[in-house]
């Protein structure tokens, strides 16, 4: 049974750039999270998609958005790149509305310079 | 963002030692969550809590959902060096909604 799955691993942009990140929910879930993991600090709720729409946000500016495909799969796009966006990037997927707890993913590290 | 405070920041034990480290919010959570997270990986879910008052425990680890709902507090018994890594508690005040994290423990076992 496959876990919650990210893509790529790793990657590095300048800022001003855009990027996209890519996450395939654990098998039979069809709930998707976002989180942004600063260095040495715990993760940050950015956004959640459930049936294709984003459902709770977290206070994150408009640069991020995402994205969930009728697979459950999901993207999570940032544009004009900051230093500070920096992170290592959580998807976590889960169920609804059983509120089953979110599992994770390995995460993508961006660094942006 | 709100963050629950987590502490201790870190830990430096000897193998076989007990843990315990603990999470608190100045907001109610309907459920607690305790995730290990290895360097460059994800975090891995430890234990859930559902219920105030619940005591849970998976193998070495138990972990206690407080009576107030803005607390909780994680125990490991008999360390080992595996046990290494950052242990996060997370709370979740609705069913299926976001994760609110605490700062992490960084925990070091010595052989």
């Known amino acids: 049974d496959a876990g919650v799955t990210q893509s790529p691993t790793h990657l590095i942009k300048t800022r001003g750039q855009q990027v996209t990140l890519r996450c395939s929910p654990k098998?039979?879930?069809?709930?998707v999270s976002w989180y942004q993991q600063a260095l040495g600090q715990g993760p940050q709720f950015i956004f959640q998609y459930y049936e294709e729409e984003e459902r709770q946000r977290g206070n994150f500016p408009d640069r991020f958005s995402g994205h969930q495909f009728p697979n459950y799969s999901s993207e999570l796009n940032v544009n004009a790149l900051l230093l500070g966006d920096s992170a290592l990037y959580l998807c976590a997927s889960s169920v609804r509305p059983a509120g089953e707890t979110q599992y994770f993913g390995p995460g993508t590290r961006l660094l942006v310079l | 963002g709100q963050q629950l405070n987590q502490s201790p920041q870190s830990m430096f034990i000897q193998e076989g030692e007990d843990v315990s480290m603990n999470c608190t919010s100045s907001?109610?959570?309907?459920?607690w969550l305790w995730y290990k997270q290895d360097p460059g990986e994800g975090p891995v879910l430890l234990i859930a809590?559902?219920?105030?008052?619940e005591l849970t425990s998976n193998g070495r680890l138990t972990a206690q959902f407080g009576i107030t709902r803005k607390d909780s507090f994680l125990n490991i018994s008999a360390s080992i060096p595996s046990d290494v890594g950052i242990y996060f508690c997370?709370?979740?005040?609705?069913?299926?909604?976001?994760?609110?994290f605490g700062e992490g423990t960084q925990l070091t076992v010595n052989p």
């Open positions: 098998s039979g879930h069809d709930t």
């Open positions: 907001s109610i959570f309907n459920t």
């Open positions: 997370a709370g979740q005040q609705t069913s299926g909604s976001r994760l609110t």
């Open positions: 809590l559902y219920k105030a008052g």
